[in-house]
T-cell receptor, first 115, second 114 residues
Framework: EPEVTQTPSHQVTQMGQEVILRCVPI?????FYWYRQILGQKVEFLVS????????KSEIFDDQFSVERPDGSNFTLKIRSTKLEDSAMYFC?????????????FGSGTRLTVV | DAKTTQPTSMDCAEGRAANLPCNHS???????VYWYRQIHSQGPQYIIH???NNETNEMASLIITEDRKSSTLILPHATLRDTAVYYC???????????????FGKGTHLIIQP
């Protein structure tokens, strides 16, 4: 069964450093998403991406965040200057239909720890 | 998207059917009911969705009441691996796709007992 692959599985970074989280969506999917989950809290939508541009973003997705599809397979989330409160699980997802009409496929996540 | 209400937690014996309820009394005519689950520390997993008819796939069945104000997700023969948080999400799906972001609530923590 096709999978969404995320790397690394765990990243530790110092406050103020830049991090890039990487995702390889399912190959025939056109819509890509990032979600995060702070420990013990709900899964929160960050941003969606289609046709090389952001289609929707939440209030969480401020100027510190950016997304990019640098090539035909990778989809990245960059946090420019990490804060302690950015510590969370970050999940990438993709879908064939916009908005996941037939369901999103999520990756297994990257645990980001900011120290 | 309409608000949903789910029990915080439920237990079910292994091998029995797990029935997870969800109330969505303010659902509107163009909103679908989606179910996802999240096994500990993993990404959410899509299970099933429906509009008004009952649906079944290889993972589960979805029963939606006639007035669409509530639904039940049924795992017919629960196994220990079905222990997870189950999320009921109501959302509009427009032609060509819906709004992008899913709004997750707290879900139901289903614990399958051996």
């Amino acid at each position: 069964e096709p999978e969404v692959t995320q790397t690394p599985s765990h990243q530790v970074t110092q406050m103020g450093q830049e991090v890039i989280l990487r995702c390889v969506p399912i190959s025939n999917h056109l819509y890509f998403y990032w979600y995060r989950q702070i420990l013990g809290q709900k899964v929160e939508f960050l941003v969606s991406f289609y046709n090389n541009e952001i289609s929707e973003k939440s209030e969480i997705f401020d100027d510190q965040f950016s997304v990019e599809r640098p090539d035909g397979s990778n989809f990245t989330l960059k946090i420019r200057s990490t804060k302690l409160e950015d510590s969370a699980m970050y999940f990438c997802a993709s879908s064939e239909i916009r908005g996941g009409g037939d369901g999103y496929t999520f990756g297994s996540g990257t645990r980001l720890t900011v120290v | 998207d309409a608000k949903t209400t789910q029990p915080t937690s439920m237990d079910c014996a292994e091998g029995r059917a797990a029935n997870l309820p969800c109330n969505h009394s303010t659902i509107s005519g163009n909103e679908y009911v989606y179910w996802y689950r999240q096994i500990h520390s993993q990404g959410p997993q899509y299970i099933i969705h429906g509009l008004k008819n009952n649906e079944t796939n290889e993972m589960a069945s979805l029963i939606i009441t006639e007035d669409r104000k509530s639904s039940t997700l049924i795992l017919p023969h629960a196994t220990l691996r079905d222990t997870a948080v189950y999320y009921c999400i109501v959302r509009v799906v427009l032609r060509g796709g819906g709004a992008d972001g899913l709004t997750f609530g707290k879900g139901t923590h289903l614990i399958i007992q051996p």
